[in-house]
């Protein structure tokens, strides 16, 4: 498989990021963070983990037992505890991280309420996510970039994000239904595709990808949680879908009247005034719709994109 191409040397102009960007469809930038803060809000999520079994000791990552995974009835128990911790709504707000995401736009910029946290237990098939595009549930923005910050280390037997670099100039690839879900989402993409590549991360890592470029969790074959999020940025002056303004996961998942009960602030989840959005049409078979969608052209990949 091959590794993410570390785009550090070029971190302080902006320009040559929006070009490895656009070439790419990823940036990756091991050591971004503050690695103690990341590792604050493991310790943070290890004690939630703990306290509905999902982890034998709240001080390591070993899984309580074999067999766990997302069921239906984890967006009504395990996810609402883990989504309640204000410390990973917060770091979407990490002032280098925000600075950092308004220089790569090159405006004012705005990240999704709907946060996701990712809990990889032992997982027996190829994939702990299936190879996706995040346009295919975003629809109505080209020009969402997601972060996707580690928790845990990740190395070859407890694998991290993987992505297909250059995935992201062949526009948007509609999902093969047959893969499951409750929604068509995923792409028919070999786990032992050659175009694969992944790196071993840390505490304090930042990949950094297009709505349009394929990725995926890789397995996990060791006995410990891997631990994840994905924090979405766009700018102000682009739509959203409407869904995004509740909790990853509603409506199995609580509202924020309740996951933001006695938190510090509501400007973990709340939107500047002028984001405009955009509901999903009424009567609409989601698979035909996604049949017939076709990207806005995107301002990121400037003219790179070649609609497929």
């Given at each position: 498989m091959h590794h993410l191409r570390d785009s550090s040397d070029i971190l302080k102009d902006a320009e040559k990021l929006r070009d490895r960007l656009a070439e790419d469809g990823y940036l990756y930038l091991p050591g971004f963070l503050d690695a103690s803060e990341v590792v604050a809000v493991?310790?943070?999520l290890r004690a939630v983990l703990h306290s509905v079994g999902w982890l034998a000791d709240p001080d390591r990552l070993a899984a309580a037992g074999r067999g766990l995974g997302y069921r239906h009835h984890?967006?009504?128990?395990?996810?609402?505890?883990?989504l309640?911790?204000?410390s990973v709504h917060r770091i979407a707000f990490d002032a280098v991280l925000w600075a950092f995401m308004e220089r790569l736009f090159g405006g004012e910029i705005f990240c999704h309420p709907a946060r996701v946290?990712?809990?990889?237990?032992?997982s027996a098939g190829e994939y702990v996510t299936r190879a996706h595009q995040d346009y295919v549930v975003q629809h109505v923005t080209t020009d969402v970039v997601t972060c996707w910050i580690p928790f845990t280390r990740c190395?070859?037997?407890?694998?991290?994000?993987r992505l297909i670099p250059g995935s992201q100039l062949r526009g948007f690839l509609p999902p093969d239904a047959s893969l499951g879900g409750r929604r068509p989402l995923y792409l028919s993409v070999p786990s032992d595709d050659p175009a694969w590549a992944t790196a071993d991360y840390a505490p304090g890592d930042l990949v950094l990808f297009h709505s349009?470029?394929?990725?995926?969790?890789g397995p996990n074959a060791s006995d410990e949680l891997r631990l994840s999020t994905d924090l979405r940025y766009q700018l102000v002056d682009d739509p959203m879908r409407a869904e995004f303004t509740h909790p990853h996961g509603w409506p199995m998942t609580p509202d924020w009247d309740e996951i933001a009960a006695g938190w510090s602030t509501d400007e973990w989840y709340r939107l500047p005034d002028r984001v405009r959005l955009v509901p999903m049409p009424d009567g609409v078979d989601y698979g035909e719709y996604l049949a017939g969608l076709v990207p806005r052209p995107s301002r990121l990949l400037a003219d790179r994109r070649q609609i497929a």
């Open positions: 493991q310790s943070e984890s967006f009504r128990t395990l996810y609402p505890a883990v309640r911790l204000e946290v990712r809990i990889a237990p032992q190395d070859e037997d407890k694998q991290g994000l349009l470029t394929v990725h995926g969790g």
